[in-house]
């Protein structure tokens, strides 16, 4: 599977909010929007673009895997954030870095709308941003791949997971299979297209130890005038005597997240050597 990284970091005295991953994507899709329509409508039900409308697939298609995932820090006190691209939308990405820079110097962010002119851009770990300007960059999407393996791991729950069982979030438990299977649905999805229920195999491994609590987290959504649930779990999961297609699964996982609202930074995974 192929996927850009994007890495923006800002430099301000400015302080958000505990959870922003939220905030930037929904400001990321006013400026999106800006960048990429043009139906003189300006909406999208009826388009006649709907089929390749970059705005449409990151924000109204529904009951689909979208092709990106913000990566943020629970209650960092900075601005600071990740952008992961997948398989179609990298070749989009001209439309996202233009989309992110009207986002932090015309649009600005949180209620103060907050412009910044102090900003980074990264690439895949190439700076390509700063002091107001893009350089030009060819740099080739990544694909993924693992360098390593260990048996004995920790997964780190850095951000609420939303996971379900039978139809049910999680609210204080989660196990490997579940984490597994999400992985894979996911990965099957950017893939093939297809959704695919369960795991084409048995995960092995010995034992496994859990400190996991459940996390409340709440955000304003503009769209709905309410506000939402975002509540998962976090904490962190070891596991000894993995087998090397699981660790597998979960090296992927910490690239494209793993259970429900991904998008907006939930779901995120790292995962540690013992």
Do not use: W
Not at 176 to 190: A, F, G, T, V, W
């Amino acid at each position: 599977m192929n996927y850009h990284y994007v890495e923006v970091k800002i430099k301000t005295e400015c302080k958000p909010s505990y959870f922003i991953g939220s905030m930037i994507r929904g400001a990321m899709g006013y400026a999106l929007k800006e960048v990429t329509c043009i139906n003189p409508s300006y909406k999208c039900e009826g388009c006649f673009t709907q089929s390749s409308c970059l705005y449409y697939k990151f924000y109204e298609e529904q009951n689909s895997f979208h092709q990106y995932r913000f990566n943020i820090e629970l209650g960092s006190g900075k601005f600071n954030f990740g952008l992961y691209l997948f398989v179609d939308a990298c070749d989009e990405l001209s439309y996202v870095l233009n989309a992110l820079e009207i986002v932090l110097t015309q649009n600005g962010l949180t209620k103060h709308n907050y412009k910044f002119s102090n900003i980074e851009f990264f690439l895949n770990g190439e700076r390509i941003y700063g002091k107001n300007e893009f350089k030009p960059s060819s740099m080739p999407s990544k694909e993924f791949s693992v360098e390593s393996f260990s048996p004995n791991v920790k997964i780190k729950l850095l951000t609420p997971l939303r996971i379900k069982r039978n139809n049910d979030f999680l609210k204080t438990n989660v196990d490997l299979e579940d984490i597994l299977r999400s992985i894979y649905q996911k990965e099957q999805e950017y893939d093939t297209g297809k959704r695919a229920y369960k795991l084409d195999y048995t995960p092995s491994y010995t034992t496994t130890v859990k400190a996991l609590t459940h996390k409340i987290l709440l955000r304003k959504s503009n769209k709905q005038n309410k506000r939402m649930n975002m509540d998962g779990i976090i904490g962190e999961i070891a596991v000894m005597g993995l087998d090397e297609r699981s660790y597998r699964l979960l090296k992927l996982g910490e690239i494209i997240g793993v259970g429900k609202q991904t998008v907006m930074g939930l779901g995120r995974i790292e995962v540690q050597h013992i």
